[in-house]
């Protein structure tokens, strides 16, 4: 017999696993999430790949898993084969469902109320803000130089190194996700190989978006005709938008991103899109670069002067000279409401009977903690401390000096002890396969359970607070025996280590409802709550918040009620930290409760505290 006959034999049996991820997010599994989530497959030795509508695909190719037009309700497989199986399905599985789960909703803009005397055109918001200026319809044309000469996988490999570079310099912004997406949409397989020539790129696009057309996902053609676009240009043939030098609404059937970018440095005041959705990367950039913008699927003629007014979602081809004087106070009020609650960011948040409140931020790194403090933050009221432990275990080193950089930034600082378990897992701290992961090891019982790793945190946290006022809080506490095991857990850390922390109070975040019964007992034990209103509601409705179909109104008067409990119950300073306080139309409501600390993202924090001092 053949002698690789017995290798195969002797060669060890690779690990199979298979495991269903539903998507639970309402915009689908689409292209950024999906360029993110190859972008981790790649990290791992195993053959990975996703099953589902009765195909496979490579979970390394994402124009592979976009063909499969995966929306919310639907699942896959995720099957993967290979010596580290177990821990790539363990950490991928948990990725999966944070991407889900940070990938919101776009929530329709609110019209507001208004109209003209000459007829309008209604359309969907993108943007809001009030444009009045001609109507420029979108023309282009290519402009070649036939000195540039590449070849066209010399073109391929920078297009690729281009976006790549653009993804590192815009990081932590909308721009940046789309520019991995791109990215990664031109290192898939189809474009490495047997892709020689222009010729055949560009036969692959046009089968690539053959697939995308009348499906949910048909507003990602653009991003294939984008990287074509970015190709050619560095094969010497460029697009060329003709734009004027004078203001200008522009009206095109659709934008692509790189086409935002350039006008976004132009005299624009607004665009008009005749196809497209609030999901679409057009979409995303227009808001991010805060530009009025709307969706009209109409016939749109041209006008020497229009009105484009997206609060109220009209576009006012011939305005009166009423409409125009409208529009103008209209466009003077918005913009002073937004470079007053920016150049007031700073400014304490107060009502108009002169209560303050405090408005901290929710960050996830340094980067985030300094855009927070740009962007007029009171402190830091949820540091999530997650990012340091993801892909490897950190040294002790490496926890001590970022610590000390964002408690630089800051003085009020509150941090959340490492909160794992449910839908995320550590590739190196394995959680045991549970029926109910949400309802099993997670938050304070991992670190309980894994007190090695719970010792080492806190002592980076007790180092690097060089006797900063602090706060350290424990996620996912429920009963009041498990917040006292933490402290003397800490306690034991400080003084085997010589540590001082006197000047740190230690807290809970309140996320589990069986504290809401125990307030008294737990008012004697804690310094303070920060109550986690994303992980409450879920155990209030007892609805996992990654449920596909299932859903909580989070404006609902049973969660204001528990809320109200709470506040009224304690005797401990208390903050809010979860993704309620940033709501517009609850922030009344927890200021009326009682509640004096949110904390929110930190892009919304301008526009809250302006929102707070219009509140009576």
């Not at 609110?110 to 309008?120: G, I, L, M, R």
């Not at 993108?126 to 996988?153: C, H, M, W």
């Not at 949400?438 to 690097?464: D, K, P, V, Y």
């Not at 409501?589 to 993202?601: A, H, P, Q, R, T």
């Amino acid at each position: 017999m053949p002698m690789n006959f017995f290798k195969k034999l002797l060669k060890p049996k690779q690990q199979i696993i298979e495991t269903t991820l539903s998507i639970t997010s309402s915009n689908g599994f689409h292209l950024r999430p999906i360029a993110k989530f190859a972008n981790e497959v790649k990290k791992f030795d195993s053959t990975i790949t996703v099953v589902a509508k009765e195909q496979e695909v490579s979970a390394t190719q994402v124009t592979q898993i976009l063909s499969l037009a995966l929306e919310k309700g639907d699942s896959f497989i995720l099957k993967v084969i290979g010596d580290d199986a177990k821990e790539a399905t363990e950490y991928l599985s948990s990725y999966f469902k944070q991407l889900m789960r940070d990938d919101k909703e776009v929530v329709e803009e609110k019209q507001e109320e208004e109209s003209y005397e000459s007829n309008t055109l209604k359309g969907q918001t993108i943007g809001k803000g009030v444009a009045i200026a001609p109507l420029i319809e979108y023309e282009t044309y290519e402009r070649e130089d036939s000195k540039n000469g590449l070849s066209f996988k010399e073109a391929l490999k920078n297009a690729k190194k281009e976006l790549y570079e653009l993804y590192i310099k815009n990081k932590n912004t909308d721009e940046a996700q789309i520019f991995l997406a791109q990215q990664e949409l031109l290192s898939s397989d189809i474009f490495r190989y047997n892709c020689t020539n222009i010729k055949i790129f560009k036969n692959i696009i046009k089968k690539e978006i053959k697939k995308l057309e009348n499906t949910r996902f048909e507003s990602r053609i653009s991003d294939y005709k984008d990287i074509e676009k970015r190709v050619l240009s560095h094969l010497g043939i460029d697009t060329i938008i003709e734009l004027p030098h004078t203001p200008y609404i522009l009206v095109a059937e659709d934008l692509l991103p790189s086409e935002i970018m350039k006008i976004t440095e132009t005299t624009i005041e607004g665009v008009v899109l005749k196809k497209g959705s609030p999901t679409s990367h057009a979409s995303i950039l227009l808001r991010s670069f805060g530009i009025p913008s709307m969706i009209i699927d109409s016939i749109i003629p041209p006008s020497p002067r229009a009105i484009l007014d997206a609060n109220s979602g009209n576009l006012v081809l011939a305005p009166t000279a009423n409409d125009l004087e409208k529009a103008k106070n209209r466009q003077t009020a918005f913009k002073a409401f937004q470079e007053i609650g920016y150049q007031k960011r700073f400014e304490p948040a107060k009502t108009k009977s002169d209560k303050e409140i405090k408005i901290l931020a929710n960050i996830t790194d340094v980067i985030s903690a300094k855009e927070a403090k740009e962007l007029g933050a009171d402190g830091i009221g949820l540091l999530r401390t997650e990012f340091l432990f993801k892909n490897k275990r950190p040294t002790l080193e490496e926890q001590i000096l970022t610590y000390a950089e964002i408690m630089k930034i800051f003085d009020d600082i509150t941090i959340r002890t490492l909160d794992v378990g449910g839908d995320k897992a550590l590739p190196y701290a394995p959680i045991p396969k549970e029926p109910n992961p949400f309802l099993g090891i997670r938050g304070i019982r991992f670190s309980l359970q894994e007190q090695t790793l719970f010792r080492e945190q806190l002592l980076g946290i007790f180092l690097a607070h060089n006797q900063k006022p602090i706060k350290i809080m424990f996620p996912m506490v429920s009963t009041i025996e498990e917040f006292d095991e933490a402290k003397k857990i800490a306690q034991e850390v400080a003084k085997e280590n010589n540590v001082d922390i006197s000047n740190i109070k230690f807290g809970i975040m309140l996320e589990v409802p069986s504290v809401i019964f125990a307030m008294k007992e737990f008012n004697g034990v804690v310094d303070f709550y920060s109550i986690g209103t994303n992980d409450l509601t879920q155990y209030l409705f007892a609805i996992e918040r990654t449920h596909p179909t299932l859903h909580v109104d989070v404006t609902s008067p049973i969660l204001m009620s528990a809320l109200k409990a709470i506040k009224d119950n304690t005797t401990k300073p208390i903050s809010i930290c979860g993704e309620l306080a940033g709501i517009e139309d609850v922030t009344a409501n927890l200021i009326d409760i009682g509640y004096e600390k949110l904390s929110v993202s930190a892009k919304l924090i301008p526009s809250l505290k302006e929102r707070i001092r219009e509140i009576e």
